[in-house]
Each structure stands twice: as structure tokens, then as C-alpha cells.
């Protein structure tokens, strides 16, 4: 796959959607952000597996709702985030979030349209199709 060319990418199943996810984190440098967007069960703790699989992170990859930031040892650290009980930038600053950005890590951000996310981060949205499909899409933020 190559996604410098398109903006975006259909997956059929949620193996699908891991091996992309496979793909967007071996093209992903330290200090990397990926920001998620997508309803409940669209597919985002999926695609952050892949990723996370792609730097070494060889421990099952679960939604951090609970715990806001989870930290993962990898080739590189592998930070994984959900925003999705934050009300806010300021409930992001004060549970440590952005301490995590543009660091020696990759950050990943599911449920990232309750916060503002910095130019340069890879924001990814994931639509349910009516077939059950996914539309994953993906531009890098300005």
C-alpha cells in the first residue's frame, strides 16, 4: 500500500485494518502523533494495534478509557491515549497528555476531536460503512 499517494482506503475486516495499521507505523518517525476519529467500534484500538505491532509491542493492546495514556515498550515508546472522558485541552494538559507529544515516542490518540491537536499530527478518521466496511482516511494536520 501506498499512502502517499491516496488519502484514503477501504477495509473489509478488522485483520485488514490491523495490516493497515501495520503499514501507517512503519512509515512513522519519533515524535510522530496519530489522531483517531471514528464512532464506538469503528475499528480505532484496532488500527492502534497495528501500529503498535509495527514498533515491537508485542502485549495485547487494549482502549486505555480508564486510564487515559497507556505506555508501551517497543523499538521506540509507544504511547497510546484516549480522550474520550476528557472535556477538554485542559483536562489533556492535566492528565500529563501533552508531555507525551513531539517526544522520543510515538503518540497515538484515540477519540481526538475532544482536544485541539498541534499541525503535523496524522489525523486518521474511520467511518462504518452501510456493508460494514471501513473508510479509513487520513491527512496530516496544518
Request: charged fraction near 25%; hydrophobic fraction near 35%; proline fraction near 5%.
Amino acid at each position: 500500500m501506498d499512502f502517499r499517494h491516496k488519502n484514503h482506503i477501504i477495509s473489509t475486516s478488522p485483520e485488514e485494518t490491523m495490516q493497515i495499521g501495520v503499514k501507517i507505523g512503519t512509515d512513522l518517525k519519533p515524535g510522530a502523533i496519530v489522531a483517531l476519529k471514528g464512532p464506538l467500534g469503528s475499528g480505532k484500538t484496532v488500527l492502534t494495534s497495528g501500529i503498535a505491532a509495527s514498533l515491537g509491542v508485542d502485549e495485547p493492546i487494549c482502549s486505555p478509557t480508564y486510564t487515559i495514556i497507556s505506555e508501551y515498550e517497543g523499538s521506540i515508546p509507544f504511547y497510546h491515549m484516549d480522550a474520550y472522558r476528557l472535556s477538554g485541552d485542559e483536562d489533556f494538559r492535566l492528565s500529563g497528555g501533552e508531555e507525551y507529544l513531539f517526544g522520543a515516542g510515538i503518540c497515538v490518540i484515540e477519540w481526538a476531536e475532544r482536544i485541539s491537536l498541534p499541525s503535523g499530527a496524522l489525523q486518521i478518521s474511520i467511518i462504518i460503512l452501510e456493508d460494514g466496511k471501513r473508510r479509513i482516511s487520513w491527512e496530516k494536520l496544518q
